[in-house]
């Protein structure tokens, strides 16, 4: 059992709740998150697939913004565990007291094995040349001081222009953060990626709350009913918090519900018999009473009733000593006995053929008899149908030649190649790429392991590779490959192979503008095969 607490938090549940769920904890007291006690809906899975695709391919400032209580911190935990091909994650959580000198430490924390703090500019630049992009994910950034938001991106801009290390940066802050950063930064709204927090339907309001249940040790079906999810979704903001903070006297009264009419229907029958028997009782007493206290010539009941209902038989039997008139209703036995009544016969049988007493025996062998005359036509009827069919279809169809099986199968044995399972069939997309003279696959496995390569685009629709590629005239020198990212497709577009990184990196400014405006970023061909397997 859960032990009263003196400090009451919003939201606890009270101590009948806990023990009707079978619970020793509260489900909705604050607790440090995890893989197992984190509510991934729909909606925050796809936030998390756009924030990886822009950390993979764009140099944009990332930023979600939410009210309090709408799921930042519960997505930054669960944001921080994702795996992010060619990025190093580099979390900490701000405080209102922090500096850039304190936010370069903690980014330290994550790099000890390539050095000290005093060398992180040195240690960044190493971990880009182990082909491993910094990323900084602060929770909690509208803590900060102005001058420390300030600060941080001069020391972005910093290690770009004096190290060529690209520090990319993710930001969870309350809402109003993107007008902040636009008033003390030179950031415009187009090297900006904004993402508000959702804020949960009546479903999944359900689903969350059944969630925090299961997560405190509770196994059983949903508490709450449907008018009691409605009015708690028109009560709270749609945000976590506020579901946690307004979900408990909700599910009290739901098990209060469930719990009180049990009891209250047994006192109300209770009630009922006791007050019954009182009656019942008291009516016996009283009717015992006045029944011994009533004088000697005072006449019964009973006796009245006798009186009024015993007939005088002496006179009766005077006033009509002959007739006596028992019914209105016709003498039935008088009526058996009448020698003109006929029997209904149906008109189908002659009335000569009734035999009053019939012979049984005869009668069954005649049915006996008919019945299996009846068998025998019926057999005869289907052979004949059967017959009928069978010729039909042989006269309509024209029994084909039989092949000499052995002699095919002899003949295939001496000349057969060996087998090969067929390849799946490609996506006419993809075939209209290979059309246009793009490399696949197969192209990229030969390649050098040691190689580095330019990559250009990455989308979930292969459509999107193909309009790319005919609006920038890509051909030979261009590959594509299908890997995946959040376990769904995801198809890649890279360019060339470089003997070096530094080749690869000087190939960005031969191309043409529209390409180099998209940023392309260089890549180990190594990377690229890990990905096709």
């Not at 992180?120 to 082909?131: G, H, I, R, Y």
């Not at 993710?170 to 993107?178: D, E, I, Q, R």
């Amino acid at each position: 059992m859960a032990k009263k607490n003196n400090n009451k938090f919003a939201g606890e549940l009270n101590q009948q709740s806990l023990d009707y769920l079978g619970l020793n904890k509260q489900p909705f007291a604050s607790e440090i998150l995890t893989e197992k006690s984190f509510f991934n809906s729909q909606a925050l899975t796809k936030i998390t697939d756009s924030l990886t695709h822009q950390i993979q391919f764009s140099d944009l400032l990332l930023l979600i913004e939410g009210n309090q209580g709408s799921g930042k911190t519960s997505l930054f935990r669960q944001f921080i565990q994702t795996d992010i091909a060619n990025t190093k994650t580099l979390s900490m959580q701000a405080e209102a007291t922090d500096t850039l000198v304190q936010i370069q430490q903690k980014i330290s924390i994550h790099l000890q094995d390539l050095g000290d703090a005093n060398h992180l500019d040195d240690n960044l630049k190493n971990l880009q040349m182990f082909d491993q992009t910094p990323l900084v994910i602060i929770d909690n950034v509208h803590v900060l001081s102005d001058t420390t938001l300030q600060e941080l991106f001069r020391y972005q801009q910093q290690l770009k222009q004096e190290h060529d290390v690209t520090l990319k940066i993710l930001f969870f802050a309350n809402s109003g953060m993107t007008e902040t950063l636009q008033k003390i930064t030179d950031i415009q709204t187009d090297q900006m990626y904004v993402q508000a927090m959702p804020r949960l339907s009546p479903k999944q309001l359900d689903s969350y709350i059944t969630h925090k249940l299961r997560s405190a040790g509770y196994s059983g079906k949903s508490i709450l009913e449907n008018n009691d999810i409605q009015q708690l979704f028109k009560k709270c903001n749609g945000t976590p918090l506020d579901i946690m903070i307004q979900a408990a006297p909700f599910i009290d009264k739901a098990i209060t519900r469930k719990v009180t009419p049990a009891s209250a229907k047994w006192v109300k029958a209770l009630v009922v018999i006791i007050t019954l028997f009182i009656l019942i009782t008291g009516g016996y007493i009283t009717y015992t009473y006045f029944l011994n206290e009533k004088p000697a010539d005072t006449p019964t009941i009973k006796s009245l009733i006798s009186e009024i209902h015993t007939p005088d038989t002496t006179s009766l039997i005077e006033e009509s000593p002959t007739e006596t008139v028992i019914s209105d209703e016709p003498d039935v036995i008088n009526i058996l006995k009448n020698d003109d009544i006929s029997l209904d016969v149906p008109a189908s049988i002659e009335p000569d053929s009734i035999d009053p007493e019939p012979d049984h025996t005869s009668n069954q062998a005649d049915t006996i008899e008919t019945t299996q005359n009846k068998i025998i036509i019926e057999e005869e009827s289907i052979q004949t149908t059967t017959k009928n069919t069978v010729a039909e279809k042989d006269n309509t169809k024209e029994a084909p030649e039989t092949p000499n099986i052995e002699v095919d199968i002899k003949a295939k044995i001496k000349t057969a190649e060996p087998l090969v399972t067929a390849p799946q069939a490609l996506h006419p997309t993809l075939q209209q790429l290979n059309k246009m003279g793009l490399q696949d696959a197969n192209w990229l496995q030969q390649q050098n392991s040691n190689n580095w390569t330019l990559q250009l685009l990455g989308a979930r629709d292969p459509e999107t590779l193909l309009k790319f590629a005919q609006g920038n005239n890509l051909a030979s020198n261009t590959a594509w490959y299908k890997t995946w990212l959040a376990s769904k497709p995801y198809y890649v577009l890279i360019h060339g192979s470089y003997t070096n990184r530094n080749m690869a990196r000087n190939a960005i400014d031969a191309l043409p503008q529209k390409l180099r405006s998209l940023k392309p970023w260089v890549k180990s061909m190594k990377s690229v095969q890990q990905a096709l397997k």
